[in-house]
């Protein structure tokens, strides 16, 4: 069962739009929501992560935005640029005990000049 | 920079070959992770250890073992490489379980003919 669902799988934009991924999740003990970005070759590598006592967290173009009533959380890239064409995976986890991450299934983003 | 290496980027094994892969990280994590990523469906843990000599199933552990005899190196072992292991492997390592600090690998894409 996947615990943690993301949409869509992939996503193409055009440079300068706005790039928008969406998560949902059942489990409430969840507390910690980090976005992993990977290019062709690497890892995933972390972008940034959110804590559901904030709606919004922003760092330079990217934003994710919490809903902790609906359980949902997104990643949005504005003015999306060729260099964020990546994989994108969202993650969940209780922050308190020794948990693992449960990641979403991915989005590969294409950013179109 | 702290890193997470995996001893191959490429790997072709034939299939009922016992095949190991490697990583090593230096960061002196107490956790690490063996993921497989496929298209469509994201990250699935397949085993991880959370200190020296332990270790603990993931989501998938079927057809995979493991062993960590040193606290910087997590080695995966296919038992009998079968076709459907053909996949991209992922390792990672973090200090704490549930702070979502994962540094992964590169990965190693295995082809299992």
């Given amino acids: 069962q996947q615990q943690v669902k993301q949409s869509p799988q992939s996503l193409?934009?055009?440079?300068?739009?706005?790039?928008?991924?969406?998560?949902?999740?059942?489990?409430?003990?969840?507390?910690?929501?980090?976005?992993?970005?990977?290019?062709?070759g690497k890892g995933p590598a972390l972008l940034i992560a959110i804590r559901p006592d904030v709606s919004?967290?922003?760092?330079?173009?990217?934003?994710?935005s919490f809903n902790k009533s609906a359980k949902q959380f997104s990643l949005h890239?504005?003015?999306?640029?060729?260099?964020?064409?990546?994989?994108?995976?969202?993650?969940?986890?209780?922050?308190t005990g020794a948990n693992n991450l449960f990641f979403g299934t991915g989005t590969r983003l294409t950013v179109i000049p | 920079?702290?890193?997470v290496t995996q001893s191959s980027r490429y790997l072709v094994k034939r299939t009922g070959e016992k095949v190991f892969?490697?990583?090593?990280?230096?960061?002196?994590?107490?956790?690490?992770?063996?993921y497989r990523q496929d298209p469509g469906l994201g990250l699935r843990l397949?085993?991880?250890?959370?200190d020296v000599k332990m270790k603990e199933k993931g989501d998938i552990p079927e057809g995979y073992s493991?062993?960590?005899?040193?606290?910087?190196?997590?080695?995966?072992i296919l038992e009998s490489a079968s076709t459907n292991q053909t996949s991209m492997y992922l390792c990672a390592s973090c200090r704490d379980r549930g702070r979502g600090g994962y540094t992964f690998g590169s990965g190693t894409r295995l082809t299992v003919v």
């Fill in chain 1, 12 to 40: 193409i934009v055009q440079k300068g739009g706005i790039s928008i991924i969406n998560c949902a999740y059942e489990n409430t003990a969840f507390d910690y929501f980090p976005w992993y970005q990977q290019f062709p």
């Fill in chain 1, 56 to 64: 919004e967290k922003k760092e330079g173009r990217f934003t994710i």
């Fill in chain 1, 77 to 95: 890239i504005m003015d999306s640029q060729p260099g964020d064409s990546a994989t994108y995976f969202c993650a969940a986890t209780p922050l």
């Fill in chain 2, 1 to 3: 920079d702290v890193k």
């Fill in chain 2, 21 to 34: 892969l490697e990583c090593v990280q230096d960061m002196d994590h107490e956790n690490m992770f063996w």
């Fill in chain 2, 46 to 50: 397949i085993y991880f250890s959370y």
């Fill in chain 2, 66 to 76: 493991v062993s960590r005899e040193k606290k910087e190196r997590f080695s995966l």
